[in-house]
């Protein structure tokens, strides 16, 4: 556990709140996933010293004195990134994903013009498009689906016929609740056609294709990739544009980040992605994610095994989106709780043609970047997906909820959080 001295000694409220949650996330485990966990090297450059200085600009080209070591930081940062995603520029200020994308949307567009991404309920991402987004109000947002909500396999042909309408200036690649590989070739032939750019929003995937085990969109010709860092990459909360095709597009993508969009960089958390993108080219990142998709799997099996559906039929990267409605009949909400109720978290979740509401779909989502960070393996991930449906087969039985409880708490204790990942 991280000493929190100065903290207990001074605010009681948080060090309570700070200490309940190093008991959550050490008898629990964390199964949303988007969520992982971060080295002691990376928390330390997260709570350094850097976070007391203000750093607009870039590194060389700064609009405050006193900058020799957060352009060091910076510039590494930037360095890293590039060699990690195989790309030429890099941006590391944006604050998370979501101001990511808006930069990315502010660099590339004019007001009105129009993207084409995933449709939320099949995949996609509150940023690009929902109605709810303030984004929304500024562009056009048309939407692409699964052919086949049982296979995930992509309606390419509408993806087509709606980008010939629309005529996008982005087609956006990349989802948060999505299980399958998209064809990035595709999106490249069809963009091509429509004279439009291609983005990748590569958040949940990002440390798998850095590991190098899930295909870099850059290969295929992507423009564009966002991110954030904190995901499979497992850094620290943040995001980062990364650009491959010209300076021209970097320079419009600088100027949309600062002064654009936002003032001052975190300089602390940019050092916190410096640490991270180094332990992610370190070898032992490569065995971490191929491991997450083989925990992935055993999990899959788990599931059909015991005839729960799986949208897109089950899972070619780190998640599972799985049916508890239609297939056993409890709502996405109480399968959360309950499963909360024995130490595991997941998170419920809107399935492609959900018949029930976002507060209460009937999905949740779940996967294994963080229990793979703890050092499971396909036998634990086996053993923790089937206490999962032996909870949501019977959520009223107190007292198998309450055996099941101590088995995960055993489970988590045997596995602490690694110190170190390198
Ligand atoms: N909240 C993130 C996720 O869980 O996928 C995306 O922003």
Not at 82 to 110: D, W
Not at 328 to 348: F, H, P, S, Y
């Amino acid at each position: 556990m991280q000493d929190y001295n100065y903290i207990q000694k001074q605010d009681k409220e948080i060090y309570d709140a700070l200490m309940g949650e190093e008991q959550r996330e050490a008898e629990g485990l964390e199964l949303i996933p988007s969520e992982n966990y971060i080295s002691r090297a990376v928390r330390e450059a997260n709570g350094s010293i850097l976070n007391n200085k203000y750093a607009e600009g870039y590194p060389g080209k700064r609009y405050y004195g006193g900058q020799e070591f957060t352009d060091a930081v910076e510039q590494v940062a930037i360095d890293r990134a590039k060699q990690l995603f195989n790309c030429q520029f890099a941006n590391v200020q944006p604050l998370s994903g979501a101001p990511a994308n808006m930069a990315m949307y502010f660099a590339l567009l004019e007001p009105g013009d129009t993207v084409l991404g995933m449709h939320l309920e099949h995949g996609g991402h509150l940023t690009h498009g929902h109605p709810t987004t303030s984004i929304n109000k500024v562009f056009n947002f048309v939407r692409y689906k699964m052919k086949d909500v049982d296979t995930g396999e992509i309606d390419y042909d509408e993806l087509r016929a709606v980008a010939h309408e629309h005529k996008p200036k982005i087609i956006l690649a990349g989802f948060s609740a999505y299980s399958r590989e998209l064809e990035y070739t595709k999106f490249v032939e069809i963009a091509k056609e429509v004279g439009a750019y291609t983005v990748a929003d590569m958040a949940h995937i990002a440390g798998l294709i850095a590991a190098g085990v899930a295909r870099n969109p850059f290969d295929d010709g992507f423009d564009v990739i966002t991110t954030t860092t904190h995901k499979t990459l497992r850094g620290p909360r943040g995001g980062m544009i990364l650009t491959n095709t010209d300076e021209e597009i970097a320079k419009k993508i600088n100027r949309a980040v600062f002064p654009g969009l936002q003032g001052g960089p975190h300089e602390h958390l940019i050092a916190g992605k410096a640490v991270a993108f180094g332990e992610a080219s370190h070898p032992s990142f490569k065995e971490y994610a191929l491991q997450i998709l083989k925990n992935a799997k055993a999990m899959e099996e788990v599931f059909r095994a015991a005839g729960i559906r799986m949208l897109a039929g089950g899972t070619s990267n780190h998640l599972i989106l799985a049916d508890v409605y239609g297939s056993l009949g409890i709502t996405g909400q109480e399968a959360e709780t309950t499963l909360d109720a024995v130490g595991l978290t997941v998170n419920k979740n809107m399935i492609a043609n959900d018949t029930r509401k976002a507060l209460d779909p009937s999905g949740i989502r779940f996967g294994t970047p963080a229990i793979t960070t703890r050092g499971m393996y396909e036998g634990e991930a086996t053993r923790v997906a089937e206490i999962m449906v032996e909870v949501l087969k019977d959520i009223n039985n107190e007292t198998k909820k309450k055996q099941l409880k101590e088995e995960v708490v055993g489970l988590a204790t045997a596995f602490p959080v690694p110190e170190s990942f390198v």
